[in-house]
């Protein structure tokens, strides 16, 4: 399953102009669910990612980054702690393969109704949790509007947060900082 988390101040969701869902402070969360996580959901002791389990898995994870700031302006806080909501729409988008020729490919998607039931699951997961939660309608063509705060915009996905962690590679926005800093300072001498 992949999920894009983006943080808003209010979002909504419409069908032909009729409003279906609206929250307030929150996260607007696009969810598509995959071919392979249809496949490991038959399969015994499967990894945490696959079918309802990596549905909940993600629900768990979304309700608890860090990502809403704290009083001194840190990204501190997560959805739990500040009573935010969540705006779930469905997105088989998400698993568009643009490698070869000029239109998408969603041949990686779920079938229609594996994926209702999944996205289904996350709401419920997310909703067990205690979050507050409006959405769309699956399968429909939905107007979707949000004040983006921030802008704070990220991308989840089970099968990347299944995988170990590489521990070799850059510490990301740490090494951008200190790369800057190097660059101010002009080349290292050496000696």
Do not use: W
């Not at 038959?42 to 990596?54: I, V």
Request: net charge negative; glycine share 10%.
């Amino acid at each position: 399953m992949r999920v894009v988390i983006q943080r808003v101040t209010e979002a909504s969701v419409a069908i032909e102009g009729s409003l279906m869902g609206k929250i307030g402070k929150g996260v607007l969360l696009f969810v598509g669910a995959g071919r392979e996580d249809m496949a490991e959901a038959d399969r015994p002791g499967s990894a945490p990612r696959s079918g309802a389990t990596g549905a909940s898995m993600l629900a768990e994870k979304v309700a608890n980054l860090r990502i809403f700031p704290d009083t001194e302006g840190r990204s501190n806080l997560s959805l739990l702690d500040t009573g935010g909501a969540a705006l779930i729409i469905s997105q088989f988008t998400l698993y568009a393969d643009c490698r070869r020729g000029r239109r998408p490919s969603f041949t990686d998607a779920a079938d229609p109704l594996p994926a209702e039931a999944l996205v289904d699951e996350f709401r419920a997961a997310l909703q067990r949790l205690g979050v507050p939660t409006a959405t769309g309608t699956f399968g429909a063509h939905m107007t979707v509007s949000l004040v983006n705060d921030g802008p704070y915009t990220i991308l989840l996905d089970t099968e990347v947060l299944a995988a170990p962690r590489d521990r070799n590679r850059s510490r990301g926005a740490a090494s951008h900082a200190t790369a800057a800093s190097e660059t101010e300072a002009g080349p290292s001498t050496g000696g």
